[in-house]
């Protein structure tokens, strides 16, 4: 069985602040994850995704997010924000093992201040 | 390819109607998922289908919910009779290969019930 935390249904922060959203997964096997993004009215995106090579994924729109096996994490980060980053993040986790089912996690919504 | 195409984008029906929503999930693409999102529980997982044949439907809340999927093409999420408690937006998306690939989203069906 899988299933995703993320920690923190609202996050908050100023205009050029560094963004970070957490996510700890657990799972019986090597794990896929995945970091979406959900603007207003519209469907999930993809934002970046570790399918077990580096460690330190890169993603659009300046996001990153780093796989740490020890600590089941896989946390979101982004060195300044924009007010354009606004919007809803999804930490999703699917793993090696056969189950090609997703599990979401429930969401963190990404508030920028000016 | 255009994406994962959801229509309606918007419904709006009475108590004890039928619905139906339609997806249209990007060619090739071999697995369909159909997601529930509502602010109190998230995204849930109804039902998805590989190489059209449904795997997994126990997220169907009960039997006035059913999808099918009669073609690579096609799907529809169909709900009798619709209750107020339905009221929610619709996900269709589809992936290749499932756990690896990352799920692309269709916009959703925003569906209200009075």
């Known amino acids: 069985a899988q299933s995703v935390t993320q920690l923190g249904s609202h996050v908050s922060v100023s205009e050029g602040a560094l963004v970070l959203l957490r996510c700890n997964y657990s799972s019986s096997v090597p794990p896929y994850l995945f970091w979406y993004v959900q603007y207003p009215n519209q469907g999930l995106q993809l934002l970046l995704k570790?399918?077990?090579?580096?460690?330190l994924v890169k993603g659009i729109n300046g996001f990153e997010a780093e796989f740490k096996k020890s600590e089941t994490s896989f946390h979101l980060t982004k060195p300044s924000a924009h007010m354009s980053d606004a919007a809803e993040y999804f930490c999703?986790?699917?793993?090696?093992?056969?189950?090609?089912?997703?599990?979401f996690g429930r969401g963190t919504s990404l508030i920028v201040h000016p | 390819d255009a994406g994962v195409i959801q229509s309606p984008r918007h419904e709006v029906t009475e108590m004890g109607q039928e619905v139906t929503l339609r997806c249209k999930p990007i060619?090739?693409?071999?697995?369909l998922f159909w997601y529930r999102q509502t602010m109190m529980r998230g995204l849930e997982l109804l039902i998805y289908f590989n190489n059209n044949v449904p795997i997994d439907d126990s997220g169907m809340p009960e039997d006035r919910f059913s999808a099918k999927m009669p073609n690579a093409s096609f799907s529809t999420l169909k709900i009798q009779p619709s209750e107020p408690r339905d009221s929610a937006v619709y996900f269709c998306?589809?992936?290749?290969?499932?756990?690896?690939?990352?799920?692309?989203f269709g916009q959703g069906t925003r569906l209200t019930v009075v």
């Open positions: 060619s090739g693409h071999d697995y």
């Open positions: 998306a589809s992936s290749y290969q499932g756990a690896r690939t990352e799920a692309f």
């Open positions: 999703a986790v699917s793993d090696q093992g056969g189950s090609y089912i997703p599990t």
């Open positions: 570790y399918t077990s090579a580096a460690t």
